[in-house]
T-cell receptor, first 113, second 116 residues
């Protein structure tokens, strides 16, 4: 599975949009982009995933560039509870590949009051 | 849906003692994963079960570590004997795998193990 690159840390003001970038320049055509986050003292939590179209759910929006080499996770109105480490992962969406996830160090997002 | 349930939440033990961590996956999920997380190494996959069968245990550090999944609703990770370097947070995760798809991973809240 392709490797991703994320900034080590970011800050965001409460109530503002948090835009978390991820580079995955070696992504292949059958690989999806997945985002998870890990709040302190909890297990990682699935947020959203996408292939090439932009996606939105109740937690966040995912914007994938046309060449699919990068993406941005958007938390539209960040709250203090969104303070967490955010992981961007690419993987093929077929059987057996959850075990091949490369987690990296993620982006530590601090939402400030 | 209660999510993935792990116990105990915290475990403090002395070097040389046996440690058993427990996990109940989400009902209907057929894949189960044990991870270890440390500051230095991040999240590392230890072992992966599919339909209760161990498929990939290449991440298990050494013979002191063993894992079992006697049925679809229960798994254990055992360390015997434990060593201080085993201190970490151990996560269990589950997902559904089949019919050409994988659902996202669902994690428990982990067991924080401290070996003194």
């Amino acid at each position: 599975d392709a490797k991703t690159t994320q900034p080590t840390s970011m800050d965001c003001a409460e109530g503002r949009a948090a835009n978390l970038p991820c580079n995955h320049s070696t992504i292949s055509g059958n690989e999806y982009v997945y985002w998870y986050r890990q709040i302190h003292s909890q297990g990682p939590q699935y947020i959203i995933h996408g292939l090439k179209n932009n996606e939105t759910n109740e937690m966040a929006s995912l914007i994938i560039t046309e060449d699919r080499k990068s993406s941005t996770l958007i938390l539209p109105h960040a709250t203090l509870r969104d303070t967490a480490v955010y992981y961007c992962i690419v993987r093929r969406r077929n059987a057996g590949n959850n075990r091949k996830l490369i987690w990296g160090l993620g982006t530590s997002l601090a939402v400030n009051p | 849906d209660a999510g993935v349930i792990q116990s105990p939440r915290h475990e403090v033990t002395e070097m040389g003692q046996e440690v058993t961590l427990r996990c109940k996956p989400i009902s209907g999920h057929n894949s189960l994963f044990w991870y270890r997380q440390t500051m230095m190494r991040g999240l590392e996959l230890l072992i992966y079960f599919n339909n209760n069968v161990p498929i990939d245990d290449s991440g298990m550090p050494e013979d002191r570590f063993s894992a079992k999944m006697p049925n679809a609703s229960f798994s254990t990770l055992k360390i015997q004997p434990s060593e201080p370097r085993d201190s970490a947070v151990y996560f269990c995760a589950s997902s559904f795998s089949g019919q050409g798809i994988n659902s996202p991973l669902h994690f428990g809240n982990g067991t924080r193990l401290t070996v003194t």
